[in-house]
């Protein structure tokens, strides 16, 4: 899927642009093109540092938890875990964005 080859380009698309996509994969049921989409969307708050956005970060950690029961094969992307764990490697120091992840695990 061309999504899913493009990937390390999603982070340039226009934020609008990538959630309108990110649905549209959510009604058609396609998981894993759906999993990039929202893993780029996170990425952009948290690599541009907009605070008053990690809520929406949040949510589509959130999203890509629930995806994870129903993605048999990550293929080329990372696991969920190992994402997750990378994302806290690279975004660890965005205290307030982790005490709204971790926060909802209590």
């Not at 129903?70 to 205290?95: D, I, P, Q, T």
Request: hydrophobic share 40%.
């Amino acid at each position: 899927m061309l999504v899913l080859r493009l990937r390390e380009r999603l982070g340039s698309a226009h934020y609008s642009q990538l959630l309108e996509l990110a649905r549209d994969f959510e009604k058609a049921a396609h998981s894993l093109p759906e999993v990039a989409c929202y893993r780029a969307l996170a990425e952009q708050i948290l690599g541009e540092g907009r605070s008053k956005a990690y809520p929406h970060a949040k949510r589509y950690v959130d999203r890509l938890s629930a995806l994870d029961a129903s993605v048999r094969n990550y293929g080329e992307l990372r696991g969920h875990a190992e994402y997750l764990a990378r994302l806290r490697k690279r975004h660890g120091r965005k205290f307030s964005f982790w005490q709204l992840v971790d926060g909802a695990a209590e």
